[in-house]
T-cell receptor, first 115, second 111 residues
Framework: DAGITQSPRHKVTETGTPVTLRCHQT?????MYWYRQDPGHGLRLIHY???????DKGEVSDGYSVSRSKTEDFLLTLESATSSQTSVYFC??????????????FGPGTRLLVL | GENVEQHPSTLSVQEGDSAVIKCTYS??????FPWYKQELGKRPQLIID?????GEKKDQRIAVTLNKTAKHFSLHITETQPEDSAVYFC??????????FGKGTKLSVKP
């Protein structure tokens, strides 16, 4: 597995509380991504980053924000968690070759339950 | 934007048989098509990928075929084994765009 870790791996929280998930990589890859995985929906992109302090929205970004202050870390924040954000969250990384994103490798995932 | 449809959503085969999963995509400019395998409770892992400049790629029991005219690509697994049981995801990407994933196929291989 590529050098990707996620923390925490499991979290239970209450509606309305802020939550931050962390993705850490040791591969020095340029691109980092946050996905959520829900039954019947596959993997959906929340936000991604193409460099330090360079981020953009994915297809399901409402209610989420991200930050990337260092190459190795990409944080996903739920400002005020809702039950609809109960999901499994995966971080992914990919490198850049000749201006193109290369293969994506996934982290181990974080299971989030919002009560 | 790109849309990827994957069929079937579930597939059950006998050990030793072949399994085929098909994905169609909407953006004719898409040029990269990976397949991921996800075992229960684990992360998706890349098993094979293909770029639009080739029509077929093989890796032991796994192969992917691409039909650019029809805008579909397929995963073929031969001589299936119980350890092939997992959820398989296809994806498509155009140029420097992001991956768009299909919704997955749950493959069950019965001993």
């Amino acid at each position: 597995d590529a050098g990707i870790t996620q923390s925490p791996r499991h979290k239970v929280t209450e509606t309305g509380t802020p939550v931050t998930l962390r993705c850490h990589q040791t591969e020095n890859h340029r691109y980092m991504y946050w996905y959520r995985q829900d039954p019947g929906h596959g993997l959906r992109l929340i936000h991604y980053s193409y460099g330090v302090k360079d981020t953009d929205k994915g297809e399901v970004s409402d209610g989420y924000s991200v930050s990337r202050s260092k190459t190795e870390d990409f944080l996903l924040t739920l400002e005020s968690a809702t039950s609809s954000q109960t999901s499994v969250y995966f971080c992914a990384i990919s490198d850049n070759l000749a201006g193109y994103q290369e293969t994506q490798y996934f982290g181990p995932g974080t299971r989030l339950l919002v009560l | 934007g790109e849309n990827v449809e994957q069929h079937p959503s579930t597939l059950s085969v006998q050990e030793g048989d072949s399994a085929v999963i098909k994905c169609t995509y909407s953006d004719s400019a898409s040029n990269y098509f990976p397949w991921y395998k996800q075992e229960l409770g684990k992360r998706p892992q890349l098993i094979i990928d293909i770029r639009s400049n080739v029509g077929e790629k093989k890796d032991q029991r796994i192969a992917v075929t691409l039909n650019k005219t029809a805008k579909h690509f397929s995963l073929h697994i031969t001589e299936t084994q119980p350890e092939d049981s997992a959820v398989y995801f296809c994806a498509a990407r155009r140029g420097q765009g992001n991956l768009i994933f299909g919704k997955g196929t749950k493959l069950s291989v019965k001993p």
